[in-house]
């Protein structure tokens, strides 16, 4: 059991630890990332419901990968993000958005994580595959979701576009994904691999554009300090 259970932590620990790295020059509060993070882990409740009741309507692979999977559990994650931080004196900074939908996102992985691979006889294998790609998924539609969050944030004309996007670029990326392996397309692994790593591409990139805007933010404070 205990084994069973490290296996699905995992994954998860060693993403935390290398978001929180990345905010290095001004770091978020630690019972905010908290909050975040078990607000995230038991959306996994709800999310679970609303998908059953959605799962009554349709079963094709891009109904379930667009709306049920990837709108509801988006939109939980989104929820959660935006009304415990967006407003928050905390954020402060770009790279804020990234970290707090990041710990959301970690959160509901972490708890799905753990439903997969302790209902799995061959748990090693499901959590390896699972410590591969779904978790890190989740936390790359997370970034997309802090990047334009940050934009909506501290844009001039209230970025209501891009408080939009927030939400619809993860649902997007989220069912694509899904997509892919839900219908087994002819190619599809092959296809799999090459989203996976343009997710990967696009997302650190992102991710290293606010990073940097911390880093100037904190070397300017220090110069005016000196």
């Known amino acids: ?11 998860t ?31 996994t409740i709800p999310v679970y419901y ?11 692979p891009i109904y379930i990968a667009f709306v049920v999977a990837g709108f509801t559990e988006e939109l939980f994650k989104f ?6 931080a967006f407003k928050i004196y905390e954020y402060n900074e770009k790279l804020d958005g990234i970290i707090y939908s990041v710990f959301t996102s970690l959160g509901f992985a972490t708890a799905e994580n753990l439903l997969y691979v302790l209902n799995q006889k061959n748990f090693v294998y499901t959590g390896i595959l699972r410590g591969i790609f779904s ?16 934009i909506a944030k501290f844009s001039d ?6 408080l939009t996007r927030s939400l ?17 397309v002819y190619g599809y692994f092959i296809i799999f691999i090459a989203f996976i790593i343009f997710l990967w591409k696009s997302s650190l990139e992102k991710l290293n554009v606010y990073v940097s805007e911390s880093k100037e933010t904190f070397e300017v404070k220090i110069n005016k300090h000196k």
Do not use: W
């Not at 609303?50 to 094709?60: G, W």
């Not at 929820?79 to 415990?84: E, G, S």
């Open 168 to 184: 619809i670029i993860p649902i997007i990326l989220h069912g694509i994904y899904d997509y892919i392996l839900f219908s087994r």
């Open 13 to 43: 620990l060693a993403l935390l630890i290398f978001i929180y790295q990345k905010d290095r020059y001004d770091r978020e509060p630690a019972k905010i990332l908290f909050k975040l993070f078990i607000y995230g882990f038991f959306s």
């Open 1 to 11: 059991m205990l084994n069973m259970v490290a296996i699905a932590l995992a994954p």
């Open 79 to 84: 929820l959660i993000t935006y009304n415990i």
């Open 135 to 150: 978790v890190p998924g989740h936390m790359l539609f997370a970034i997309s979701m802090g990047y334009y969050l940050s």
């Open 50 to 60: 609303v998908e059953k009741f959605l799962l009554t309507f349709n079963q094709s």
């Open 157 to 162: 004309d209230k970025g209501n576009s891009y």
